[in-house]
């Protein structure tokens, strides 16, 4: 071999000896992490053996992480360096599944073995009261990744947190071992796992231990909370000359709200508002006590039970003029108690107005004094007692009432005769 063959022989290999390093370590920066090709919704897990180990779908990789923060993109050419090693599994114990060709509910151990729910009551007392949240359909093309195993005929046969904790990484289970849980509500990056209680020292705070399903309910709540406030429609005002009723509809359970005032309510001093807590989507309000022939500005809201609140533009609406009573009230069942010497005489009226009888021993048309007994009180159930009458007398009277507006109502003449005294 020449010199100048030897050393193109050795740069080669040199050459060949550095790529294969950069192959290994390129593969090596990924160990342990979630990746993906940019524009591609895979997921793959990188294991230490250097292979890929593929996410089904997105309901199997949240059953290890809540979100997608950690995926770490890679471009096609470092994707084509791995190999292929299966799938995952969904991470044992901290949900429950179901194939689509079949109402049972599984539990899932290590090793993707599938077991038996056999009851709803076992189900509560592993998963709690909201066990049925905690159910994943999975599609019948999965099946071949699991295996059947014993059946849980009691809630001592199976303890998922002890599979939780049993299954840190994808070498024992087809899935990847994950933080420390944090804060659902202060971090993006929450892990459903369980974890053991962190005790107070060293300056840190004690954190108390985090159940995993709890976790997953926690996320499953959050994901279905609403945030949507309702929608106001069809919103109309029925105004009096003292009084107005508004009337809305909301697309889903809400109270109802109406803000009014004089003035426009960016600008007033003072406001009254009339509120109603009954969740309802066909609302009503009255509000009372209004001016006559006066301009109200107002709002109406509704907020859900999740207190999202819908809010109305500013609107107007004018109350009608001061109504004239010019009808007089009307006086209708008469009645008497009659005695020797005293008499009371009731009537009603259909509203509110005075009461007085005028009575004498002759035809009031002709008589030339007569007595009264009267009340000013406005009210529609009328009663006036009569005394100092003679025995066995006919009288002569005719009943009155006015109302507020000074209309008079008046009976016809008519007489009552006093009974008989015995001595």
């Not at 471009?75 to 090693?85: A, C, H, K, N, P």
């Not at 949900?95 to 599938?114: D, E, M, W």
């Not at 809010?311 to 609406?317: A, I, L, N, P």
Request: proline residues 3%; charged residues 20%.
């Amino acid at each position: 071999m020449t010199k100048k063959s030897l050393i193109i022989l050795l740069i080669s290999a040199f050459t060949l000896s550095i790529f294969s390093v950069n192959i290994a370590i390129a593969a090596d920066d990924h160990t342990g992490q979630v990746v993906k090709v940019e524009g591609s919704s895979t997921l793959y897990y990188v294991a230490t053996d250097g292979k890929l180990y593929v996410f089904p779908n997105e309901k199997t990789y949240k059953s290890w992480d809540s979100d997608f923060d950690d995926v770490v993109t890679i471009t096609q050419v470092e994707l084509s360096e791995f190999t292929i090693g299966g799938n995952i599994r969904y991470r044992p114990g901290v949900l429950l599944v179901k194939f689509t060709n079949t109402p049972k509910v599984y539990a899932v151990s290590q090793n993707g073995k599938l077991r038996w729910v056999k009851t709803e009551r076992i189900a509560r007392k592993l998963y709690g009261e909201n066990w049925n949240k905690l159910i994943d359909d999975i599609p019948l093309i999965f099946f071949p990744d699991y295996v059947t195993d014993n059946d849980i005929n009691d809630e001592g046969d199976y303890d998922p947190d002890e599979e939780i904790n049993s299954t840190e990484t994808i070498e024992n289970n087809k899935g990847f071992a994950l933080g420390h849980y944090k804060d659902l509500w202060k971090s993006n990056t929450t892990k459903c796992r369980a974890t053991a209680a962190v005790p107070h020292g060293q300056g840190k705070k004690a954190t108390p231990a985090v159940s995993a399903r709890q976790c997953k309910i926690n996320l499953i709540n959050d994901a279905q909370k609403d945030e949507t406030a309702p929608v106001i429609t069809n919103v109309v005002v029925t105004p009096s000359n003292t009084s107005a009723v508004i009337t809305w509809t909301t697309d889903e359970e809400s109270n109802s709200t109406v803000e009014y005032a004089t003035e426009s309510l960016s600008t007033a001093t003072s406001t009254e508002t009339v509120t109603d807590s009954d969740l309802v989507t066909s609302h009503s309000l009255e509000l009372n006590n209004l001016t006559a022939e006066t301009t109200y500005y107002y709002i109406v809201k509704s907020a859900d039970s999740n207190s999202n609140i819908a809010t109305t533009t500013e609107s107007t609406f004018t109350t009608t003029a001061q109504e004239v009573d010019i009808t007089a009230p009307i006086i209708s069942d008469i009645f008497w108690q009659i005695s020797t010497t005293t008499a009371t005489v009731e009537w009603e009226t259909n509203e509110a107005s005075t009461s007085k009888i005028t009575y004498a021993l002759e035809s009031l048309n002709t008589v030339t004094s007569t007595e009264e007994v009267s009340s000013t009180d406005l009210v529609t159930s009328h009663s006036l007692d009569l005394s100092g009458l003679s025995s066995y007398t006919t009288y002569y009277y005719i009943l009155e009432s006015i109302d507020a507006a000074t209309n008079t109502a008046t009976t016809t003449e008519t007489t009552f005769i006093t009974t008989l005294g015995i001595e």
